[in-house]
């Protein structure tokens, strides 16, 4: 039986080197630091990174379900927002208080909304101001 668990032991100290050598090339495919940023995320990099993504997330999350525009859209419409409230002068914005006023703007418990008109609604009424 010595002879056994012996060999069985060789056996398992070969498994256990091509086991080894396994996990080395597993966590390269597991970590993506390629992976493409969420929107929470896009929209602080946007912003210098002022905030944590948490926080562009939490207002998205509030936002999300009022509109018919997916997240990604969202962060998307944020940022367009943004750039036209800046080509007309507006400099005391940024992606997350834009995120704010959209959320502010867009009520909660109607029927989803093209937040996209919602965030042209707003720059519009800035323009006014």
Known sequence: MAATACGSSNTDTNDTSTAAAKPASSPSPSTHPSAPPGPDQKLAALDGNLRPADQYQQVLSALAPRCKEDVSHLATVVDTTLKSLKKKGATDEDEFSVLQ???????????????????AAYVAQRQGS
């Open 101 to 119: 006023k959209l959320e502010a703007w867009v009520p909660a418990g109607d029927p989803r909304v093209n937040c996209a008109s919602k965030a």
